[in-house]
């Protein structure tokens, strides 16, 4: 769901103390800003704020990242000997 949210682009901001909550947005591209840390989940909890920002042509290079990170081949080539195929 988040990624069709993403899609339709803008400024995104997330903050959380959980940090598998913020790695799992990193992998989607957010980053940190450090000047937004803060305690709001109480005086034990810092909590990172992270951002992605993908208006207007941040968003087609952002889908093109995505894709090549996420290792999807859009057209794949098979190895050579890969299947032994008989002939007829």
């Known amino acids: 769901m988040i990624i069709s949210l993403l899609l339709q682009g803008g400024i ?3 903050s ?4 598998f909550y913020l790695e799992v ?3 989607l591209g957010f980053t940190e800003v450090p000047e937004a840390l ?3 989940y109480g005086p034990d909890l810092p ?3 992270l951002m992605l920002d ?3 042509d941040k968003l087609h290079s952002y889908i093109k990242n995505m894709i090549t990170a996420s290792a999807i ?3 794949p080539k098979l190895s050579e000997g890969m299947f032994e195929l008989t002939e007829w």
């Open 73 to 75: 081949l859009l057209y």
């Open 12 to 14: 995104f901001v997330i």
């Open 47 to 49: 909590s990172k704020t």
């Open 25 to 27: 947005n990193r992998g």
């Open 16 to 19: 959380s103390p959980i940090e």
């Open 38 to 40: 803060h305690w709001d």
């Open 54 to 56: 993908v208006r207007g």
